[in-house]
């Protein structure tokens, strides 16, 4: 827990949550994070020696972070950074681009809706041709500066497929088995996603580095409707 005390209340604010200034195959799971002045989480910065990769996010709640966002007038501070201090890293086709974490695209999504009483998540990712991703939902009260995250309340999560042209389409159907009216969603908070490949076995042993692979910054939000 960082900001927060062991009740849940907070316990005041802190400049930076967790950064990864460097190294690879890192994992950063199981965290809450509240109350930090700008990024929650970094991968990376001007300053690294070496650009980290294969950092693998997962299942952290992070919730009211960046409030430095407006300090000089522009959205930048995040709740996961690929970067430090710099914005929302901008989606790219087929994800060619470089920098940290590779700069994983994160998910689009089109819609969250009350479907006889379950939440529904549609959207699409693209990425890395015929790789497989974790897609991880998370539930929010408020929505970042940015439109993109945080990630309050984890929901579950969905593994897809990229296609030749690197594109693959999601449906959560009943995959989240979470109930609207719950203390987990209900209709008007925010869904937002996180992407993170995952693991390809070494071949040496068929096994896996520790963690998975990179995950993304956070999607854009979209609000849970009828």
Same mark, same amino acid.
């Given at each position: 827990?960082?900001?927060?005390?062991?009740?849940?209340?907070?316990?005041?604010?802190?400049?930076?949550?967790?950064?990864?200034?460097?190294? @690879?195959?890192?994992?950063?799971?199981? /965290?809450?994070?509240?109350?930090?002045?700008?990024?929650?989480?970094?991968?990376? $910065? =001007?300053?690294?020696? $070496? #650009?980290? &990769?294969?950092?693998?996010?997962?299942? /952290?709640?992070?919730?009211?972070?960046?409030?430095?966002?407006? !300090?000089?007038?522009?959205?930048?501070?995040?709740?996961?950074?690929?970067?430090?201090?710099?914005? !929302?890293?901008? /989606?790219? *086709?087929?994800?060619?681009?470089?920098?940290?974490?590779?700069? @994983? /695209?994160? =998910?689009?999504?089109?819609?969250?809706?009350?479907? &006889?009483? @379950?939440?529904?998540?549609?959207?699409?990712?693209?990425?890395?041709?015929?790789?497989?991703?974790? #897609?991880?939902?998370?539930?929010?009260? !408020?929505?970042?500066?940015?439109?993109?995250?945080?990630?309050?309340?984890?929901?579950?999560?969905?593994?897809? $497929?990229?296609?030749?042209?690197?594109?693959?389409?999601?449906?959560?159907?009943?995959?989240?088995?979470?109930?609207?009216?719950?203390?987990?969603?209900?209709?008007?908070?925010?869904?937002?996603?996180? *992407?993170?490949?995952?693991?390809? =076995?070494? =071949?040496?042993?068929?096994?896996?580095?520790?963690?998975?692979?990179?995950?993304?910054?956070?999607?854009?939000?979209?609000? !849970?409707? &009828?």
């Amino acid at each position: 827990r960082l900001g927060v005390d062991g009740d849940g209340l907070p316990t005041g604010w802190s400049v930076y949550g967790i950064g990864v200034g460097e190294g @690879q195959n890192i994992l950063i799971a199981d /965290n809450l994070i509240s109350g930090t002045l700008f990024d929650a989480i970094w991968i990376g $910065s =001007p300053f690294s020696r $070496s #650009i980290p &990769q294969n950092a693998s996010i997962s299942r /952290n709640s992070l919730f009211d972070n960046g409030f430095g966002n407006e !300090v000089f007038g522009e959205p930048l501070n995040l709740g996961i950074n690929l970067g430090r201090d710099d914005g !929302v890293t901008a /989606n790219d *086709a087929k994800d060619v681009d470089e920098g940290p974490n590779g700069l @994983q /695209n994160f =998910p689009e999504l089109t819609w969250a809706k009350d479907k &006889q009483g @379950q939440l529904r998540v549609h959207g699409h990712l693209n990425s890395e041709t015929g790789k497989s991703y974790r #897609i991880e939902f998370f539930a929010n009260d !408020v929505v970042n500066p940015t439109g993109h995250g945080e990630g309050a309340r984890y929901l579950g999560s969905i593994d897809v $497929s990229t296609n030749h042209g690197g594109n693959a389409e999601f449906d959560t159907t009943d995959s989240l088995g979470t109930e609207i009216g719950s203390e987990k969603v209900d209709l008007g908070d925010f869904i937002t996603a996180t *992407a993170t490949e995952l693991c390809t =076995p070494i =071949p040496s042993d068929g096994e896996c580095l520790f963690g998975t692979g990179a995950t993304s910054e956070f999607s854009l939000a979209v609000e !849970v409707t &009828q």
